[in-house]
């Protein structure tokens, strides 16, 4: 029975990787580069799992809490989206998304940046 659940607990900690419930953002371009006001750009957003774009959203937040739908693509890579940006003048904007990962739980968050004049 001890040599069964050793066993069972050895395989757990083998299959971990493939039992994400939710994709979450692992990294994203906006740490690195400043977006740059009057100029369109793209935002890579890395997350921790297969994701689903055709079920997935994501909005520029303006001021005022005004939400507007962007275009995402799929990188590369898996587990990639890449968000167009339309030219923005210089203010405070978030990005909010509702991402599904492949296995169909939705991630919903949003991340706050400046663009600089």
């Not at 953002?25 to 400043?34: A, F, I, N, P």
């Not at 935002?43 to 909005?59: A, H, M, T, W, Y």
């Not at 898996?78 to 296995?103: C, E, R, S, T």
């Amino acid at each position: 029975m001890q040599r069964l659940l050793c066993r069972l607990i050895l395989l757990s900690c083998c299959y971990t990787g493939l039992v994400n419930a939710h994709a979450v953002v692992t990294d994203y371009s906006l740490k690195l580069q400043t977006v740059s006001a009057g100029k369109a750009s793209q935002v890579k957003l890395n997350f921790n799992s297969n994701i689903e774009l055709g079920l997935s959203q994501v909005f520029l937040v303006r001021t005022g809490d005004v939400e507007e739908v962007l275009s995402v693509t799929a990188g590369k890579e898996p587990g990639v989206a890449l968000i167009d940006m339309p030219a923005l003048d210089a203010g405070v904007y978030a990005l909010h998304y509702k991402i599904f990962a492949a296995d169909g739980h939705i991630t919903e968050d949003v991340i706050h940046f400046t663009v600089q004049p």
